[in-house]
């Protein structure tokens, strides 16, 4: 059995502060996290909730508040001193070093060195070994680099290197949102064994079951503000807690489609193999159709939608409108009107560096130029204005860095530049992963729109429930082949975890793959 846990206020957060410039991150940040239980803390992109676990982890300074562990005050000047603290982090975006191999990554700050001061690999790597037993993880080659892992790979390891330093407070930053199923399983059995030895766990997540699930009190933060507290019983409803992260009712989170029709065939695949893993693959895609992709990791999804948008070469057959398309870039892809919402929107899509204004119009800058190449600053600004009203975005923030935004703003910006573009195929790679649920609803809203405009979306999701309810049909791909094509109407969350799994159920109505793929 496991231990009792211990309910004292462990963490408490009083009133923190935080200003960038003239925006106000964290207004009145206040949190109570009980020594073992699981503290779920919600709330929109943009409410403080980063700028919070920033905050906690040393990696920014607050401008007030105070944050006590244990009824000792802590400075947390630097990611030093929150390490020494105990305070271990699992952050929305890889803090893990690419150059590095997994096993370094893992034990970084307590790497086994010989007397000639050289790293002892075979040390390191019983290390790796007897961690990943212990924590019943998934195994991942010790020896292979970080920056060859998958972002679900990656995700996987940063939970097994914060859990494996056994830390006073572990914070979760959407530490399941790329995982599959059998992955975020694991992590929250680990979240849970944690809290019941006695560790502050505080758990971040856009996903409202697996918070309802696994916490036991939340906390809902609102433009940088607490706006509630409550303990987590069948007396709070997702519809509250959304109400509480929103501040209004949300309708709809879906949006319904009315009279849909598919116009005849967009895009035909035949024949495709890329890379190692995926291969041979046979589908079609109509205008105006939602077409959902539903895989566990590293089974070909990522090779299939990268062959797509030009950013990976590949043998096989693919036409556009009737007409061979072979891109051999993505900017190729784009001239075709094919635009892809990549899986890891800061090192694949973003300049960080740079304004928000500048990465919505940076794929246009051509024709905002007047003689001599000079960029007419009055037109680009009216174009980044009509891309930022077209998804929601903070006209205000144009001028701010991107990096400044939250993930959901990240991903909208991303959106407008690529609707900039007037797409005729537009490609979701786990496009809604670790954005809030206002965030969610926007997107599946303009992808419903844009699909009723005659425009092909391919939607690949790691969440099994919007892929049911986004799209009008879905594929499943295991181990590089499609296994099931059918309606979205003929899954269920079940047969789409057995056919991902390579477990096809018999007598379902769900075809077996290409040699029915218009169907």
Not at 290 to 303: D, F, K, N, Y
Not at 403 to 411: F, K, R
Not at 414 to 443: C, E, M, N, W, Y
Request: aromatic content about 4%.
């Amino acid at each position: 059995m496991p231990p009792t846990p211990r309910c004292e206020v462990g963490l408490s957060l009083r009133h923190l502060e935080k200003n960038f410039g003239g925006v106000r991150a964290l207004a009145d940040g206040s949190i109570k996290a009980r020594r073992g239980e699981v503290h779920g803390i919600l709330g929109e992109n943009g409410a403080g909730k980063s700028t919070l676990i920033r905050v906690l982890s040393g990696v920014i300074s607050r401008d007030g508040g105070e944050v006590i562990l244990d009824g000792a005050s802590l400075r947390l000047g630097s990611p030093a001193e929150a390490l020494r603290a105990g305070i271990r982090t699992v952050f929305q975006e890889s803090s893990l070093i690419p150059a590095l191999t997994v096993a370094e990554n893992v034990f970084f700050d307590r790497l086994p060195i010989g007397w000639h001061r050289r790293l002892r690999i075979r040390a390191l790597h019983r290390l790796y070994a007897s961690l990943m037993v212990a924590l019943g993880a998934r195994w991942l080659d010790p020896s292979v680099k970080v920056a060859a892992l998958s972002v679900a790979d990656r995700q996987l390891l940063e939970v097994a290197k914060a859990i494996g330093a056994s830390p006073n407070v572990l914070i979760l930053d959407e530490a399941t949102s790329a995982l599959s199923l059998a992955d975020a399983e694991w992590v929250l059995h680990q979240v849970r064994r944690i809290a019941d030895a006695g560790s502050v766990v505080l758990f971040v997540s856009h996903r409202l079951q697996e918070v309802k699930a696994i916490a036991d009190r939340v906390t809902v933060l609102r433009s940088g503000r607490t706006v509630l507290e409550a303990k987590l019983d069948e007396t709070i409803s997702e519809d509250d807690l959304i109400e509480a992260m929103l501040g209004r009712r949300l309708a709809r989170l879906y949006p319904k489609r009315q009279g849909v029709t598919h116009s005849g065939t967009l895009l035909r695949v035949d024949g495709l193999r890329a890379g190692t893993k995926l291969g041979p693959v046979d589908f079609m895609l109509k205008a105006g159709e939602i077409l959902g992709l539903t895989a566990l990791p590293g089974q070909g999804q990522r090779e299939l939608l990268m062959s797509l948008s030009g950013d990976l070469r590949f043998n096989g057959g693919i036409t556009l409108a009737g007409r061979r398309y072979a891109p051999r870039s993505p900017a190729e892809a784009q001239k075709h009107g094919v635009f892809m919402v990549p899986e890891d929107r800061q090192s694949e899509a973003l300049f960080l560096r740079h304004s928000v204004q500048f990465n919505v119009t940076c794929s246009v800058l051509p024709v905002l130029t007047r003689g001599l190449g000079i960029l007419d600053l009055r037109r680009e600004r009216a174009v980044a204005l009509s891309g930022a009203n077209r998804v929601g975005l903070d006209s205000q923030r144009l001028v701010n860095p991107v990096a400044t935004l939250s993930g959901g703003n990240q991903q909208k910006t991303i959106f407008a530049r690529a609707l900039l573009g007037q797409p005729r195929i537009f490609i979701l790679f786990d496009s809604t992963r670790g954005v809030d649920v206002g965030t969610k609803a926007d997107i599946y809203r303009l992808v419903t729109h844009l699909a009723d405009k005659g425009v092909g979306v391919i939607f690949y999701s790691t969440d099994f429930t919007e892929t049911l309810h986004v799209c009008d049909r879905i594929m499943v791909l295991h181990e590089g082949h499609i296994v099931g094509i059918a309606p979205a109407e003929a899954w269920n969350e079940e047969t789409l975890l057995r056919y991902a799994s390579g477990q096809p159920l018999a007598r379902t109505g769900i075809r077996p793959g290409a040699q029915n793929m218009a169907n």
